[in-house]
């Protein structure tokens, strides 16, 4: 019984190395880290459609610069080629995106404490946004001198005017020369001019012409629009 002792010790001390030296058969985890975003660029909505620069504004904080994606006339992304290395910056930039993409325009709030920055942004996205509709125009087919073409609907902006409230801006379509469309491009952000707005383009539709009356409380509003859709009617010829 004693000489047992010493086989059952050395047999366990034999099982020892292999217990030690057995793979692990579950393995560790691998963590990969995802690649980070761009400190430079802040997105919204889809990325496929037509993109365009805006201008590179210089600003005592830095340059500025936008590159926005349009499918058709709508804004679908927005993205900082260039902004200032800065903190508020970085935290004003969603905030400048996300109110673009709501408003559509370049009538937005600026960001406290970014004010520098969120002008510089209306400006370059304000210049985009002119590209744009500029190529649009430009795409578009020449009117044909059959009779077919000459009522083909036709898409034609007028002139961007400024005023104390804020730019107006229309677009005016015409299925021969009748007005069957009006669109605002720009408009201030006021109450005011969201209710008027759609007085003056049933007045228009019905007037068919620019000779329609001022909203109450719009005024200003109201002139420029009847400016701009005047414009429209000219450009048309």
Do not use: C
């Not at 709508?74 to 970085?90: C, D, G, R, S």
């Amino acid at each position: 019984m004693k000489r047992a002792i010493p086989v059952v010790v050395l047999s366990i001390a034999g099982l020892v190395p292999v217990w030690r030296y057995e793979p692990s058969i579950g393995g560790g985890t691998t963590t990969e880290a995802a690649p980070a975003p761009s400190a430079s660029s802040s997105s919204g909505g889809s990325s496929s459609g037509t993109v365009v620069k805006g201008t590179t504004v210089n600003t005592e904080k830095g340059p500025v610069e936008v590159q926005v994606t349009f499918d058709g006339e709508k804004i679908t992304a927005v993205k900082l080629l260039q902004q200032p290395n800065h903190p508020q910056t970085t935290a004003a930039v969603p905030k400048l995106v996300a109110e673009t993409l709501e408003a559509q325009s370049a009538d937005i709030d600026t960001v406290s404490g970014a004010t520098i920055t969120s002008e510089a942004y209306k400006e370059s996205l304000q210049a985009a946004i002119d590209k744009n509709a500029k190529s649009a125009s430009a795409s578009s087919p020449s009117p044909s001198a059959s009779a077919s073409a000459a009522s083909a609907s036709r898409t034609i902006d007028g002139s961007a005017l400024n005023t104390e409230k804020g730019p107006v801006q229309v677009q005016v379509t015409f299925e021969g020369d009748k007005i069957t469309a009006v669109k605002m491009l720009q408009q201030p952000n006021h109450p005011q001019t969201t209710a008027a707005v759609p007085k003056l383009v049933a007045e228009t539709l019905e007037a068919q012409s620019a000779d329609i009356d001022t909203v109450s409380g719009a005024t200003i509003t109201s002139e420029a629009y009847k400016e701009s859709l005047q414009a429209a009617i000219d450009a048309k010829g």
